[in-house]
Every structure is written in structure tokens, then in C-alpha cells.
């Protein structure tokens, strides 16, 4: 029975939140402005209610392939089982020490599965970076460059195309490296949208997730048409 199953994973799991909490204060892209929260009703009037204003893609978020792509799948489109993936954690953060706009690569992939074993079609591969643990994510110099890691084509395109992952998450707030993108564009989010899978993006404590083995649950609406929204990942992953 299922309930079997549920009972020893709370008894024998860690279970490990990956997504910022929701509030006007929490970490998101530049651009956007801070999400709003109002009171619409209060206890005297019987109950509680709120008004949240805010942007699709504010704090930890998924980005549907039609965040990028048009005509592409929105939210709606991706089945329950979709959602829920063996997740694997690519530690960068060594690299990205000596480096702030280190891009994943191809070989970074490789010495993961060296160790681990082949990644697994349709698993969630998360760079892990300690980028989420900064109080300034965008790292701009005195030009206006901003400066963080992210991934590379030959890193994406062998993940789409020999490993067949279902979706990919990073603790940035975009997919590329910021130095990167100012001189060829959104090129890597574009083709991970384009290939028909989704992205989450400001992920947080991956640093409490092992490599490989663990199993992450990405929750976010159905929202029609909904090119990205807020969105609540939670990782299980062994005690031991």
C-alpha cells in the first residue's frame, strides 16, 4: 500500500525545501518589482483573505516553454507525472568560486555520471552553486555587467539529447551566465524552452540535497496559458 510507502519515507527521509519563501522581500529578477500583499478581509469579518499582487515569474518560479517560445506549452500542459523526478545535483561550487560567470559545461556533466552513474531520462538536474545563499544575486560591477553562473549549450544540448531530462533548475536568477547573455543572448534558455521542457529558477539549499538519489516534487499551478508562476519544489532525499 502506498500509505505504506508515505509512512517510511516521513520516518526514514529528509524532506528539503527549495524554494524561497513567498513575501515582498523575497529574492527575484531586477526587472520586476516586489510583489505586493493587501488585506482584503480580516477576522472581524469572519475570516481572513489576501490580495497578492505579483509578476509570474517572482522568487523560486518555473518557466514554461512559453516563457521564451511562442506557441510553445504553457503550465497546464505538463501531467502530474511530469512533476515529480529523480533529481540530480551538479556541485559548481568549487568553479564558481574562482569564477562568477562560470558556465556549466558537457565534461561537468560527465565527472557527475563518472561518479554516479548515467543521468536518468526524465530527471530534474539542478546546478548547485550557493548562488541562492547572496545577498545581492545580480553582482554588478561599476560598468552596470551583471555577473553570476549558468549553464552552456553543450551542457543543455547533451542533456536534452543523450539523457532526455524532463526539466532543469538553478539557484540564478536566469539560465544563462550573465556575461554570456550581454554578448549572445538568452541562447541556453532559449533552446531548454524550445526543447519542450521547463526550467525552475532561484532554487535554494541545494546544499542540503546529495548528488544523486533524492526525488524532487515541483509544485505550481495550472495556470492556462500561464507562461511561469511561483513555485513550491521539495526534494526527499536519505538520512543517511
Known sequence: MLWDQLK????????VELSHPLSPRT????????????????????????????????GTHVDA??????????????????????LCVVDLCAKVRENQDYAASKQDILDWEAQYGPVPEGAFVALRTDWSKRGDLDNMDESGQ???????IEC??????????????????????????AETGYE?????LKAGRFQVELLCNLDQVPPAGAVIFCGFPRAVGGAGF???????????
Open 8 to 15: 517510511e519515507w516521513k520516518e526514514n527521509c529528509r524532506w
Open 27 to 58: 529574492p527575484h529578477w531586477s526587472g520586476f518589482p516586489d510583489m505586493a500583499d493587501t488585506t482584503l478581509f480580516d477576522y472581524p469579518d469572519g475570516f481572513y483573505v489576501n490580495k497578492f499582487e505579483l509578476v509570474s515569474q517572482y
Open 65 to 86: 516553454p512559453a516563457h521564451f517560445i511562442e506557441g510553445a506549452p504553457t503550465l497546464e500542459s505538463f501531467a502530474a507525472e511530469q512533476l515529480v523526478m529523480p
Open 146 to 152: 551583471k555577473h553570476y553562473p549558468g549553464w552552456s
Open 156 to 181: 543543455l544540448e547533451y542533456l536534452v539529447k543523450e539523457r532526455k531530462v524532463g526539466a532543469i533548475g538553478h539557484e540564478p536568477s536566469d539560465t544563462d551566465p550573465a556575461v554570456l547573455a
Open 188 to 192: 541556453c534558455e532559449v533552446y531548454i
Open 230 to 240: 511561483t513555485a513550491r519544489c521539495i526534494a526527499v532525499c536519505s538520512k543517511d
